[in-house]
């Protein structure tokens, strides 16, 4: 069964930088792009980045392009979220989310979640 | 980018009963040279991730109860559930993969 576990969400003051980790199992890694999707409390999903398998197509919403970065680690199975500059707005529970495939294609398999808050 | 609007924001079907959720987009989503539409529904109850339910507009993800389907093409879609049961309650969400990634706005279906 695949397996998405997200790490190191927690409390941030604007204009702070916090990591997000998701360690993925029970498939080949690095066959299948990734993605990062949030959802701010009582809010509906907003798609951040995506990354292919092969770390040859990279992108992100406008929201937070210029702040976030999307990595993976193929030999470690596991796919990564820096996030600089945060802001208030930033807060929102960031899910790690498996590809059917590729990157045309939808999210198929979803994590638990990491709660971000970025508050003074 | 493509905008993804959902009606109605909720609606209150009674148990058995058929629940209907619509979604347009502002674009099309059909790729000619597949003929598929990249247009996907997802299920989400409270405190948990989303979960898929339809893909390709029409195909239902592996486990899913048949009483789910999903319907449209081109900038018109639909989820039905044919028989509201009580574990379908839950926020949906419309989702295009056709450029990019945007979902609706979600409707949340109770029981009346």
């Known amino acids: 069964d695949v397996q998405l576990v997200e790490s190191g969400g927690g409390l941030v003051q604007p204009g702070g930088s916090l990591g997000l980790s998701c360690a993925a199992s029970?498939?080949?890694?690095?066959?299948?792009?990734m993605s990062w999707v949030r959802q701010a409390p009582g809010k509906g999903l907003e798609w951040v980045s995506v990354?292919?398998?092969?770390?040859?197509?990279?992108y992100y919403a406008d929201s937070v392009k210029g702040r976030f970065t999307i990595s993976r680690d193929n030999s470690k199975n596991t796919l990564y979220l820096q996030m600089n500059s945060l802001r208030a707005e930033d807060t929102a529970v960031y899910y790690c989310a498996k590809f059917y495939d590729s990157t045309d294609s939808f999210m198929a398999d979803w994590g638990q979640g990491a709660l971000v808050t970025v508050s003074s | 980018d493509i905008v993804m609007t959902q009606s109605p924001d909720s609606l209150a079907v009674s148990l058995g009963e058929r629940a209907t959720i619509n979604c347009k987009s502002s674009?099309?989503?059909?790729?000619?040279?597949?003929?598929?539409?990249?247009l996907a529904w997802y299920q989400q109850k409270p405190g948990q991730p989303p979960k898929v339910l339809i893909y390709w507009a029409s195909t239902r993800e592996s486990g899913v109860p048949d009483r789910f389907s999903g319907s449209g093409s081109g900038t018109d879609f639909t989820l039905t559930i044919s028989s509201l049961q009580p574990e379908d309650v839950a926020i949906y969400y419309c989702?295009?993969?056709?450029?990019?990634?945007?979902f609706g706005q979600g409707t949340k279906v109770e029981i009346k």
């Open positions: 674009q099309s989503v059909l790729y000619s040279s597949n003929n598929k539409n990249y």
């Open positions: 029970g498939f080949i890694f690095s066959r299948y792009a």
């Open positions: 990354i292919s398998g092969s770390l040859s197509h990279i």
């Open positions: 989702q295009q993969y056709y450029n990019t990634w945007t």
